[in-house]
């Protein structure tokens, strides 16, 4: 079946410019997660959504930084005011939680967003 | 707060040599313990996990880890590589009572011909 797509696969924008990254996950996967991927590092969470609403936004970096999945599937990642500094690829894992076992996190191919 | 080191960011092997990716990780409370894979150009791609149990587990594409509780370590391993294997490694935690990953910051493994 498909897999855990995003779009763009690449993103380059302007310093103080506004983006929005899209996430679709596996059809039926109840969670949804961000992650960033810096050059030479481990992938980061950010934010991670149960259904519709952030159950944990604790790896959000500042208030620049939003997320949503208005219809407990599609997830947008927006950035406001883009940084040098947000330069990174954005990862996007959904899972099949029900409560009580620990599911395997799928992860899509990333968005990779250079800031000018 | 937990976190995770893997030892080696850079392991070079030759073709059918057995390879061991190391990996150490600290954490307060319980944890479960993950190997993913990242092909060229591809997503992260689960190998195996450890939950409980056993504490060697088999994943796909041959690798094999061994989780040890008193030496907080999950060493990837496999006896011998091919030049498909060639990509990037992540180790990762997750909190018993929690749902996100920390990874550590990869192991790139070359194997050469």
């Known amino acids: 079946g498909a897999g855990v797509s995003q779009t763009p696969s690449n993103k380059v924008t302007e310093k103080g410019k506004y983006v929005e990254l899209r996430c679709d996950p596996i059809s039926g996967h109840t969670a949804l997660y961000w992650y960033r991927q810096s050059l030479g590092q481990g992938p980061e969470f950010l934010i991670y959504f149960q259904g519709t609403g952030a159950a944990d936004d604790s790896g959000l970096p500042n208030d620049r930084f939003f997320a949503v999945r208005p219809e407990g599937s599609v997830s947008t990642l927006k950035i406001q005011r883009t940084e040098r500094g947000d330069s990174a690829v954005y990862l996007c894992?959904?899972?099949?939680?029900?409560?009580?076992?620990?599911?395997?996190?799928?992860f899509g191919p990333g968005t990779r967003l250079l800031v000018l | 707060a937990q976190s995770v080191t893997q030892l080696d960011s850079q392991v070079p092997v030759f073709e059918e040599a057995p390879v061991e990716l190391r990996c150490n990780y600290s954490?307060?409370?319980?944890?479960?313990l993950f190997w993913y894979v990242q092909y060229p150009n591809q997503g992260l791609q689960l190998l195996l996990k450890?939950?409980?149990?056993?504490?060697l587990v088999k994943g796909i594409n041959g690798f094999e880890a061994e989780f040890n509780k008193s030496q907080t370590s999950f060493h990837l391993r496999k006896p011998s590589v091919h030049i498909s294997d060639t990509a990037e490694y992540f180790c990762a935690v997750r909190n018993y009572n929690d749902y996100k990953l920390s990874f550590g910051a990869g192991t790139t493994v070359t194997v050469r011909a």
């Open positions: 450890y939950l409980s149990g056993s504490t």
């Open positions: 894992a959904s899972s099949l939680e029900r409560g009580g076992g620990v599911e395997t996190q799928y």
């Open positions: 954490s307060s409370v319980s944890v479960y």
